[in-house]
């Protein structure tokens, strides 16, 4: 009996070791106040090999969220473990194997590509010189240019560039198709979803272009106001969501259990069911469609309940 | 020691476009030093203005970082903040005594090039201007940093003059009440005791000065969101 509870207790130690192993990201319980800005228990979990998509609109909290993340501003509470280990402990053990965008800060534009490597080169023990001028030509960039000559796409590729030219496990992007075209966001979705393939590196990205999102995420969590309206996998979402269109007659005989959130148009409502089969079986709509992530974060900060 | 090797290498290279503007700087003084009549007045000019010159040159790098927004990116690297400011300093230090040592050097040409008898000028008195040179911009430079660190390159230089004028005011009241109050501080007598011990004096208090200076702007840096 007693080795049977030893067994049992290893093994319970071993799933949790395992666990903690699968997980790039851990965010417990992040509390933030700020200028009348709050960030309310922030809860996330990213594991191996994933990404996840950080939608919300602008000022939701996204940007806040990674700088919390990151320890570039100061939480009041909560516990962020990045690689099994705490950021405020081994902030800088853990920052040699993150790669960062960040939408609203970067080098002067008076630095060329060629002195950015020559600085970073003493920041990170793993730059590669070598990978850094790889990313270069392969997305066209000029080596001595001042990046004040580039256009936004490529000032976006120059930053990725950099996360990228020292191996690092994780990503954390904040809007990095903002901005962007069409060609040149496919473009860099191209090239995260390369950076997943070994299945030990993962991506957090922010974005308020949902179908960016839509394309790469495993994972979406949708902030509003400071706090997780939902974090669910992208096929979760994808597939037991649905609208339901219907007329006010309709729309008054479901139940309010039923629904997530409406939304009144000038000819209908849009009501948002977190399960479409179930809502199916119990009312007669025949036709209940796919949502975008568009629609569910329109239908969640604009709708009622 | 990597680490502050490339932020300084940072800030020097945003700085480029500086670097022509230094050039110019330097000349000016040095042509307006060449011309003149009186080498000793001359001399403290010269290393005096290139010495705040090449400070405020390197001081010029927080507008660069300002503009970008750089601080959370940076600090996104495997680096502290404490790390952001020594570099910072280091730099600012460097760049003060080079135009000391410019100074220094370009007043030694002057004299060579410009007296009809090749006599070589008194390198005690140039060592002893270039330290007098490098505490008085350092007195400057203490004050500045914070004050960028607190409210920015440009609200930090408007700071600047408040904080310079309340010292000067500060001071002048303490001249004020002393002179009322009768008492005579022997300025001279101490000067005169100090005599060869006034540049090592100069330098301790110097260091002294950055120091301070250096751990107010690390407390402020390590404070701001």
């Given amino acids: 009996m007693k080795i049977s509870k030893t067994n049992k207790r290893e093994e319970n130690i071993e799933m949790a070791n395992k666990e903690k192993d699968e997980n790039i990201l851990e965010v417990r319980n992040l509390n933030k106040d700020y200028k009348g800005f709050k960030l309310k228990d922030i809860n996330l979990t990213l594991p191996k090999g994933m990404i996840m998509g950080l939608i919300g609109e602008n000022g939701a909290g996204k940007t806040t969220t990674i700088k919390s993340i990151l320890n570039l501003t100061k939480v009041d509470s909560g516990e962020v473990k990045i690689f099994g280990l705490n950021i405020k402990e081994d902030e800088k053990k853990i920052k040699e194997d993150i790669g960062v965008v960040l939408d609203d800060s970067f080098f002067s534009e008076h630095l060329t590509a060629e002195d950015i490597n020559q600085i970073m080169k003493n920041i990170y023990e793993n730059w590669d010189e070598n990978l850094f001028n790889k990313y270069l030509v392969e997305f066209k960039l000029p080596l001595k240019q001042e990046s004040k000559e580039f256009s936004s796409g490529m000032k976006m590729k120059l930053k990725i560039a950099i996360a990228l030219s020292h191996y690092p496990k994780l990503l954390v992007l904040d809007e990095p198709t903002s901005g962007l075209d069409p060609v040149a966001r496919s473009e860099i979705l191209d090239i995260f979803q390369d950076f997943i393939k070994d299945g030990d590196s993962s991506i957090l990205v922010s974005s308020h272009i949902t179908s960016d999102l839509e394309h790469i995420a495993d994972y979406i969590t949708f902030i509003d106001e400071g706090k997780i309206l939902l974090s669910k996998t992208r096929d979760e979402l994808m597939d037991n969501y649905g609208i339901v269109r219907c007329s006010k007659e309709q729309f008054e005989k479901i139940d309010k259990n039923d629904y997530e959130k409406y939304k009144v148009n000038k000819y209908e409502y849009d009501v948002l069911v977190a399960d479409k089969k179930q809502f199916k079986k119990k009312y007669d709509f025949k036709v209940i469609d796919k949502p975008t992530l568009d629609d569910i974060m329109v239908i969640y900060i604009k709708g009622e309940k | ?225």
């Fill in chain 2, 1 to 225: 020691m990597n680490i502050i090797k490339g932020l300084i290498l940072k800030d020097l290279l945003q700085l480029k476009s500086y670097w022509k503007t230094l050039i110019i700087y330097t000349v000016i003084f040095i042509l307006a030093g060449a011309v003149q009549e009186t080498e000793k007045g001359i001399n403290v000019m010269i290393i005096f203005m290139l010495t705040f010159g090449f400070g405020m040159f390197a001081m010029a790098s927080f507008n660069y970082d300002e503009q970008a927004k750089a601080d959370s990116y940076l600090l996104s690297f495997p680096l502290s903040k404490e790390q952001i400011v020594l570099a910072r300093y280091i730099l600012v230090i460097l760049a003060t005594i080079i135009g000391a040592i410019v100074g220094v050097i370009f007043c030694i040409v002057i004299n060579l090039v410009t007296n009809s008898q090749v006599v070589f000028p008194d390198m005690t008195e140039l060592a002893y201007t270039a330290i007098g040179g490098i505490f008085g911009v350092s007195i400057v430079e203490a004050i500045q940093i914070p004050c960028a660190y607190k409210w920015g390159a440009e609200k930090g230089r408007i700071y600047l003059f408040i904080v310079a004028a309340a010292i000067i005011l500060m001071g002048i009241g303490l001249l004020t009440i002393a002179q009322n109050s009768n008492l005579n501080f022997p300025i001279s007598e101490i000067a005169y005791l100090m005599g060869s011990f006034l540049p090592i004096f100069l330098i301790v208090l110097t260091a002294l000065i950055y120091y301070t200076s250096y751990k107010f702007s690390y407390k402020i840096y390590e404070n701001k969101e």
